[in-house]
């Protein structure tokens, strides 16, 4: 379960003045205004992230097997997308309150909340999750969510401002390794831990799975927690449907009946896996892990 394997930085792009001047125009214009500019934008932002730019392409010429002119649009209109949801995102900290959530499978996130134990609820970087913490307002749980310390602190700033009204707190994953005890004290307290579970970092304890036609490696940590404090699993996925709609997919995982722990993570690390795939066949287009993911 243990093994040398392909991890994200840890980093994200983009300037503190560039995020700020964003946010003040979002306050005075509508949202849409900024997807438009985007089409042009993004051929440019394309040519100046070369390496992100070729993992997409890579993505859907391998793992889809579309040719050569449909793998390099698609690769446009999922840049375009990954674009609209980061408006999205400033246009949340400015104040827009136009976006909308679809959510059909409620009643297993609503049975989470009142449940007295701890739960885990595994994401990714597939589509928006973080807007469900801008749009889904609860007091029940504190929900803890696991950011990366790597990331700007013009974006740490908005985010925390934008969930403190949401029962929603961020922690931080840095070197010093200070999260693992507010991680432990979160889940003793019967709060909810939100964690990515498709990226690997700061730890090589992963599992190789068979994911869209290839093999990827990935952490087991969502699922070693889960066992150990035998919490509720669940996988949230926040889809951009329309302009300013969103759908909601959540799905529940079970601890296996299994002697073995190490077999009853994997089994749970798979059954993860096997939902993620899932949502990215319906939405191919909403996958933003920019690096090259899967096994050469």
Request: hydrophobic share 40%; charged share 25%; proline share 3%.
């Amino acid at each position: 379960m243990a093994a040398k394997a392909r991890q994200w930085k840890g980093t994200t792009g983009g300037y503190t003045f560039g995020q700020k001047a964003l946010k003040i125009l979002l306050s005075v214009m509508d949202v849409r205004m900024g997807y438009a500019v985007l089409l042009f934008a993004v051929p440019f932002y394309m040519l100046k992230n070369h390496r992100e730019y070729l993992a997409i392409y890579h993505y859907f010429r391998k793992q889809w097997n579309y040719p050569v002119f449909k793998s390099f649009y698609k690769t446009y209109v999922n840049h375009l997308l990954f674009g609209q949801m980061m408006l999205d995102r400033f246009a949340v900290y400015a104040g827009q309150k136009k976006f909308r959530i679809e959510n059909p499978d409620n009643e297993i996130f609503m049975q989470m909340l009142k449940n007295k134990k701890g739960c885990i609820m595994a994401s990714s970087h597939v589509g928006n999750p973080e807007i469900c913490g801008y749009l889904l307002k609860q007091d029940k749980k504190r929900i803890n969510g696991l950011i990366y310390a790597g990331e700007k602190a013009e974006i740490r700033k908005n985010r925390t401002a934008a969930f403190e009204n949401n029962n929603v707190r961020t922690i931080p994953v840095g070197e010093d390794m200070s999260h693992v005890f507010t991680i432990n004290e979160a889940l003793r307290n019967g709060e909810i831990l939100t964690m990515p579970c498709d990226r690997i970092y700061g730890s090589d304890k992963s599992l190789e799975c068979r994911f869209l036609n290839g093999k990827a490696r990935f952490p087991v940590g969502a699922f070693v927690l889960a066992t150990q404090y035998q919490t509720p699993l669940i996988v949230i996925f926040a889809l951009k449907t329309t302009a300013s709609l969103y759908k909601i997919y959540i799905s529940q995982i079970n601890i296996p009946e299994i002697a073995d722990k190490r077999e009853k993570i994997n089994s749970m690390t798979r059954s993860y896996v096997h939902l993620l795939e899932n949502i990215v066949k319906k939405y191919p287009e909403q996958w933003f892990n920019f690096y090259e993911f899967w096994h050469e």
